[in-house]
């Protein structure tokens, strides 16, 4: 049977250097992102590889979700779920006594309810020992200024990771620190500075690939902490 990943935000970064690392291993996948044109250059390049289904849209939108869960349903099944969509916010960040609230809620739409909304759409359609892998942060269990909007909804995803793990314990349950990368988000956090010295995404995708095929139980991860992988 042909193994199967969902991975949101899938057309920069981690995502699909992730989903090209899949592909290349015969996976088929469903993948989104909010830019069209962007999510179908990613198609593209994948589908040399294994059956992509592309669908371009927001994670904050309900029909959305129910779409991606319905290409799931038509693949025969999930083996792995990856929440790796996620939006800084303002940039530059402010502190959190001067945080815009309307702003702060979408992020957390985005970054948190989006994310649980897909986990129990999905849910149905996981095959036995599936994989569930949400990308969180170091902002999200440490108190860094000027990182209160972003990193407190990483530390909610990380909780609500940690109570599903709990409640579904047939699941492989992650919730992963990718550490910092040279990445769009990253740069909007810095808008202005070089980037350059972070490692590029590639770099953390043998960690991840070692939680999708590994045995761990459900719990935290930092990528440059799972030992036996190569940097």
Known sequence: ?????????????LGLALAKTLAEKKWNLIIDARGQEALEQARQELSKYAEVVAIPGSVSDENHLQNLVEAAKKLGGLDVLVNNASILGVSPQPTLANYPLDVLGQVYKVNVFAPLRLMQLALPTFRAN????????????????GW???????????HLSKVFAA??????VYWLDPGDMNTALHQEAFPGEDISDRPLPETSVPRL?????SDLPSGRYKARELLGVAA
């Open 1 to 13: 049977m042909t193994t199967t990943a969902l991975i949101t935000g899938a057309s920069r970064g």
């Open 130 to 145: 599936a994989g569930l892998i949400n990308i969180s942060s170091d902002a999200g269990i440490e108190g860094y200024g």
């Open 148 to 158: 209160g909007g972003y990193g407190s909804s990483k530390a909610a995803l990380e």
């Open 167 to 172: 409640e579904h314990p047939e699941l492989s």
């Open 209 to 213: 690939l070692h939680l999708i095929e």
